[in-house]
């Protein structure tokens, strides 16, 4: 097929999006005028996949491991989302969580090569000339961070760009959205973290961070911009502090083509799990009792949704928030409380002030726990004890990440609970064996979500991206996880199949989209046939004489 490319020589090679290294036909390399620019062998892509696994295997570090497909990306993109598509399973966690996490606190230290955009606050007022330099002019997606908190990682400022760059790379791999319309993006607006602001291959502005109305004028600018721009664009915050991320999510999301991955797409993964919790104890979403560790952005965001989700199964919005208590750093948010935040409030019910998490337990009587506080270990033994108490099949959700952080870990939960705990974490732990059984923890991590939130909004043009998505995603994931697997505790789909799980997902978001009137395209007669020629495919193209002179 001919391509519109019109490069030669070496700057085929110098491109990651034609560069086949060792892959040109003996044609291509005539035309191309590449000969004695590449060895003088045609090797097929399992061949140069045998290799990129030789020298993965000779790297003593996943941090090595992701430097080394990071390296690959820049050279030859269809060679990097071979290898990860090849074995999602084993490579989603090098270039995702949780070495994402390692190399984004080393960022400034281990960087080689520009990706996505950086944009300063000092660009105000030209904001859309600096975007006006990326090369792709129809961008579909921009996931954008200040970096204002990093997993559990506390405020990383630049070195926070690997989350975006990692985020779009998982809507190539788990969704097959196509790379070309994918922009990530840091915008600097500082950082309060001195020990960067100290380090001199930090790579952001040495400034603390401005006051709220400056950045969200800034933001503003940048949303209009891109309007502007790339009207197909949706753009995806990611990684921004907890009451920025609720704010700016409610200041755009019914105007534009926006979502929050950690208030949405977390709380989406989450309602995945809970609904096959309740497959699992034979009960409904509406028979159970939550309490959150942590009120940040990731646990209003799944309050939010699950109260919908709550809505749409027969309760009034009031009765649903009733189901919801939230504990954070200062407590229990109850109606004593005189430091919660707008948001926060409908989670803050009557009962006597506490710090002690366990005891709130034994007051609440919630059938269900979700950690979302980037404190690894607070599920104590105490705490999953206390659950264990007043639950047959407490249900444990240590969601924060990386993998210290998570608030307990399998193995815990199942020993402290003799066994009876439905548990899952937000990132990938072993199976577990205890007393005769083989346990499987599953991970809720978003990638499930929000690469098929992604290709739903691709293919139909959604215009909007309301909550409803997220839950229809939700249900999605849930029903594909098959019932024998269920059984032994795993609440999510196995990472291996994650391409056809997100194109199914994706499907049946796409079918909402149409159904609430978002689409900007016509609706197919298969939706699911609609998806899948869309999905982007690790090959190389052929490049002919053609398409070299276009
Ligand atoms: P956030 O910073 O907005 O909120 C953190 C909350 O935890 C705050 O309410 C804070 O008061 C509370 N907290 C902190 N220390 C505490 C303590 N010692 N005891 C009780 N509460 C405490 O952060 P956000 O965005 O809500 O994220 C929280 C965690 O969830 C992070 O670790 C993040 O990595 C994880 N997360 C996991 C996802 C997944 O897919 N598994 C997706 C998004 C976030």
């Given at each position: 097929m001919a391509t519109a490319n019109s490069k030669r020589g070496i700057d085929v090679l110098y491109d990651p999006a034609l560069n086949k290294s060792t892959a040109f036909s003996e044609a291509e390399k005539q035309?191309?005028?590449?000969?004695?620019?590449?060895?003088?062998?045609?090797?097929?892509?399992?061949?140069?996949?045998?290799?990129?696994?030789?020298?993965?295997?000779?790297?003593?570090?996943?941090?090595?491991?992701?430097?080394?497909?990071?390296?690959?990306?820049?050279?030859?993109?269809?060679?990097?989302?071979?290898?990860?598509?090849?074995?999602?399973?084993?490579?989603?966690?090098?270039?995702?969580?949780?070495?994402?996490?390692?190399?984004?606190?080393?960022f400034g230290h281990i960087y080689r090569q520009p990706r996505g955009m950086y944009l300063s606050i000092t660009r105000r007022g030209e904001v859309k000339n600096v975007l006006k330099n990326w090369p792709q002019k129809d961008v579909r997606f921009i996931c954008v961070t200040d970096a204002g908190?990093?997993?559990?990682?506390?405020?990383?400022?630049?070195?926070?760009?690997?989350?975006?760059?990692?985020?779009?790379?998982?809507?190539?791999?788990?969704?097959?959205?196509?790379?070309?319309?994918?922009?990530?993006?840091y915008l600097d607006a500082g950082t309060n973290n001195e020990q960067y602001r100290n380090d001199p291959l930090y790579l952001g502005m040495r400034k603390t961070r401005p006051s709220t109305d400056e950045l969200y004028s800034f933001v503003d600018e940048f949303v209009q911009a891109v309007q502007a721009l790339y009207p197909k664009c949706c753009i995806h915050f990611e990684d921004w502090t907890g009451v920025d991320a609720v704010h700016l999510l409610k200041r755009y999301r019914d105007?534009?083509?926006?979502?929050?991955?950690?208030?949405?797409?977390?709380?989406?993964?989450?309602?995945?799990?809970?609904?096959?919790?309740?497959?699992?104890?034979?009960?409904?979403?509406?028979?159970?009792?939550?309490?959150?560790?942590?009120?940040?952005?990731?646990?209003?965001?799944?309050?939010?949704?699950?109260?919908?989700?709550?809505?749409?199964?027969?309760?009034?919005?009031?009765?649903?928030?009733?189901?919801?208590?939230?504990?954070?750093?200062?407590?229990?948010?109850?109606?004593?409380?005189?430091?919660?935040?707008?948001?926060?409030?409908?989670?803050?019910?009557?009962?006597?002030?506490?710090?002690?998490?366990?005891?709130?337990?034994?007051?609440?009587?919630?059938?269900?726990?979700?950690?979302?506080?980037?404190?690894?270990?607070?599920?104590?033994?105490?705490?999953?004890?206390?659950?264990?108490?007043?639950?047959?099949?407490?249900?444990?959700?240590?969601?924060?990440?990386?993998?210290?952080?998570?608030?307990?870990?399998?193995?815990?939960?199942?020993?402290?609970?003799?066994?009876?705990?439905?548990y899952a974490a937000g990132v990938q732990f072993p199976p577990v064996h205890f007393g005769g059984h083989t346990f499987l923890p599953g991970q809720a991590n978003n990638f499930y979500i929000f690469p098929a939130i992604g290709m739903a909004v691709f293919a139909t043009q959604a215009a909007r991206v309301p909550d409803e998505l997220f839950i229809e995603a939700a249900r999605a994931v849930a029903d594909q996880v098959p019932p024998g697997l269920l059984k032994q505790g795993l609440l999510y789909p196995l990472q291996s199949n994650i391409l056809e799980t997100e194109v199914q997902t994706a499907a049946r978001v796409a079918k909402l989209v149409f159904d609430l009137g978002l689409a900007r395209v016509k609706q197919p007669t298969d939706i699911v046939a609609f998806i899948r020629q869309l999905v982007y495919k690790p090959e190389y193209r052929e490049e002919t004489a053609a398409s070299t002179t276009a």
């Open positions: 035309a191309l005028g590449i000969i004695g620019l590449v060895p003088d062998v045609t090797e097929t892509e399992d061949q140069q996949l045998q290799r990129v696994n030789l020298q993965l295997a000779q790297k003593p570090t996943d941090l090595e491991r992701y430097i080394y497909l990071i390296n690959l990306l820049d050279h030859n993109e269809t060679l990097f989302y071979r290898t990860v598509m090849s074995d999602p399973a084993r490579f989603l966690p090098i270039v995702y969580d949780p070495t994402i996490g390692e190399a984004c606190l080393k908190r990093i997993l559990g990682l506390g405020d990383l400022g630049a070195n926070g760009m690997g989350i975006p760059i990692g985020k779009l790379q998982l809507y190539t791999a788990c969704a097959g959205v196509p790379p070309q319309y994918l922009l990530p993006m105007k534009y083509c926006v979502y929050n991955d950690d208030v949405q797409g977390t709380a989406g993964i989450t309602l995945a799990g809970m609904i096959n919790a309740t497959k699992l104890k034979g009960t409904n979403l509406k028979d159970e009792k939550y309490l959150f560790l942590g009120a940040g952005s990731a646990a209003i965001g799944l309050a939010d949704l699950l109260c919908s989700a709550l809505v749409a199964q027969g309760m009034t919005l009031k009765e649903a928030q009733s189901r919801v208590y939230m504990f954070d750093i200062n407590g229990l948010l109850e109606d004593t409380r005189t430091d919660l935040v707008d948001f926060q409030k409908p989670y803050s019910h009557k009962h006597a002030p506490t710090r002690d998490f366990a005891s709130a337990i034994e007051s609440i009587k919630p059938t269900t726990i979700i950690g979302v506080s980037t404190v690894g270990g607070s599920f104590t033994q105490k705490v999953i004890e206390a659950m264990s108490r007043i639950n047959e099949r407490p249900v444990i959700l240590a969601l924060s990440n990386p993998t210290e952080h998570a608030e307990c870990t399998p193995e815990q939960a199942y020993t402290w609970s003799k066994g009876t705990a439905i």
